[in-house]
Structure formats: structure tokens, C-alpha cells
């Protein structure tokens, strides 16, 4: 199939991974320690560890995952607020499936359903503005989540209620932005990045011109990745080709989807319908400046914030959950001291757990964890 076997082809792949090999070789950073690379986005976790890449990769090379799953980073307070929503009386709160079981202070939307909340999980948006049309004597709640990736999607889901003159249709928004994140990262005084795996989604729309300051004012290249194993592969080679020339820029991996400019529409529409709030709360790496969006003035009647009285609170991570750590790169998912244990995907206590594009998820999944070795020392301390 076009766009899919060519791009896991075995062969290539080897190719790939002898260039690598070579090039890590004449590196001389990689004589005294790893090269650490972030890849910034979810997606490009989950296929890490999906297609073994990880483990296949010189030792001179270490991987770090970064904060790009927008669910894994919604604080507590924020999920305590979707769920105040939907046990409104009256109110079908919509969201996709994967925000359903981050957990809150108390509960999750999954267990607020459960408990008798009208919580549905949607595809998309349009899917609630339907359910708002079906069902005009309830008003419908969307749960606006993600990156610059699904922003246009509600933007315009948004101008289309507004067209119709759909009343009873509103937007929980908790889209958050890609740049002031990794700006956050690259300020944070225990950075321990090399350089980036830049997301190829939100890409797609911004593209590539707002990560020069990167390069520019951190010394950090950048290379934009695609998802399948030979875009990572690749974007990991172009990587290493900057750092054994002695360059720092951005570049293009994913140029049969990417473009300088980004998306245009989708830009406009994201600019009419959204502003830039003055700063974000973000789970485990605080509040971040102009990191997510709320909905502009003119629009306020679709606006879940201004239309229901939500609390608001700001509720602290359990202490024994390290995902703050883990999304900003410091530790790694198995050094958590609750990895595997007391969070797993049954019982998560952090959101980089629940997602699959969560770091935590992925290790989990499909990083041949042997459980056994895990219980052990737990198992031994009882015993005494």
C-alpha cells in the first residue's frame, strides 16, 4: 500500500541503521556520552517502541519523550473541571475516548458516566454538533483538546454551530501550544537535550518557520519527523549528519505532508476563533506562558467556561507519581517508582498511563517489561 510498506521496509531500514552506526562514529560528543535526542510528540513514542527502535539503536544514542500528548499533560484540576460539566444537569459532555479514563482528583469521566453523567466519546467534533442538533433541549459540551493538530477541527466545528445558529452547543477548551512548550524544556535548568524530533502533525499546520529560534537562540537542531519506522529512522540520521558537520538548523523529514508556511485555512481559523491565554497550567511541568488557547469574546456564547460555572482548582499530583519528571526528560518511565506497579494501564495514576500516545503506556505496552523483575525487590521488602 502506497505511504505504508515503503516506508517499513526491512532492507531500508538497514540501510538506515548502518548509515547511523557510522555516523554516531564521527561524532566526537558521542566519545564521552549519549547523544540525547527528544522526540517531542506522542505518535513518535508510541512508534519507538512499537517497532523496536529504540533497542536497535547504537547505545551512543539516547532517546527522550517529551510532553507531546496533549491528554498526558492535562492537570488534574482541568479534568476536575470536565467532570463538573458533565454532572450538570441537562448537559451530554462529549469527548474522544482517550481523555475518558485520565484520572482526577476523585474520579474520571469514565467513572462519572458510570455514576449515572451523560459522558459520550465522539471522533470528532462535528460528532457532538450533531448530537446538539439531535437533541435540542440539552446543551452539548465538546471537550476542545490537543495541539495545534486538532485546533482547526473546532475552530471550525465552532463557525459552523454559529452559522447554523446552534445554540445549545458549547466548547470546554484545553488546546494547548507546541512552541512555548519546548521553549519551557529548553529553559528548564536540568535540560538534557541535544536536539529534537520535531512533531509532524502540528507541523502540518504551523509549519516549519516557528521552531528557528531553536536553532537560533538555543543551538538545538531540529529535524520534523514523520511516524512510520523509516521517517524516524531517517529524521535520527539527518540529526546525526548536523551534529558530525558541526551544523545547527531546522530541517524537513516529513516534506510530502509538511510545508514552510503550514496550512493557511487552517490557520485562519484558528486565529478567528482563538486567542492565546496569558499563561497555561500544565501537569508536571507547571504553568507555561501563552501555552494554550481560549475562545475570543466574539464567540463567547459557545463557551463552556463563560456558559457553566466550573471550579477552577489547582490539585497537585499524587507525590509518588513522577510524570513531571518523565515529560520534561529527566527520568525515564521505568525509573518511576511506581511504574508497573501501582500504575498500570487498569489502575493509571498518571495521565502518561492512560494515553497510548503516553510515554508511561508505551514503555508499558511494548517495552518487553518483565513484571516479574519489577515485583521482586517489592516482594523481598515484605517478606523481612
Known sequence: MKYVDEF??????????????DLVGRIELCRSRPLRIMEVCGGHTHS???????????????LIHGPGCPVCVLPMGRVDDCIALAEQPNVIFTTFGDAMRVPGSKKSLMQ??????????VYSPLDALRLARENPQREVVFFGLGFETTMPSTALTLLQAEAEGIGNFSLFCNHITIIPTI????????????????????SMVIGNRPYAFVAECYGRPVVIAGFEPLDILQSIWMLLKQFAAGRCEIENQYDRIVRDDGNAQALEAVGKVF?????????????????????????????????????????ADPKSCQCGEVLKGVIKPRQCKV????????????????????????????????????????EEALSR
Open 183 to 202: 521553549k519551557a524544556i529548553l529553559d528548564s535548568p536540568d535540560l538534557r537535550i541535544d536536539g529534537f524530533l520535531g512533531p509532524g502533525h502540528v
Open 48 to 62: 519507538i517502541f512499537r517497532y523496536g527502535l529504540e533497542a536497535m539503536l547504537p547505545k551512543q544514542i539516547e
Open 112 to 121: 462519572a458516566k458510570a455514576e449515572g453523567a451523560d459522558v459520550r466519546m
Open 8 to 21: 517499513r521496509d526491512p532492507a531500508k531500514a538497514k540501510v538506515l541503521f548502518r548509515e547511523i552506526e
Open 339 to 378: 511504574f508497573g506497579k501501582a500504575c498500570t494501564p487498569e489502575t493509571p495514576m498518571g495521565a502518561l498511563m492512560v494515553s497510548s500516545e503516553g510515554a508511561c503506556a508505551a514503555y508499558y505496552n511494548y517495552g518487553r517489561l518483565d513484571l516479574a523483575k519489577l515485583a521482586a525487590p517489592e
Open 275 to 315: 486567542e492565546l491565554r496569558e499563561y497555561f497550567e500544565w501537569r508536571g511541568l507547571g504553568s507555561i506562558d501563552h501555552s494554550g488557547v481560549r475562545i475570543r469574546k466574539a464567540y463567547g456564547r459557545f463557551d463552556a467556561e463563560r456558559k457553566f460555572a466550573v471550579p477552577r482548582l489547582k490539585i
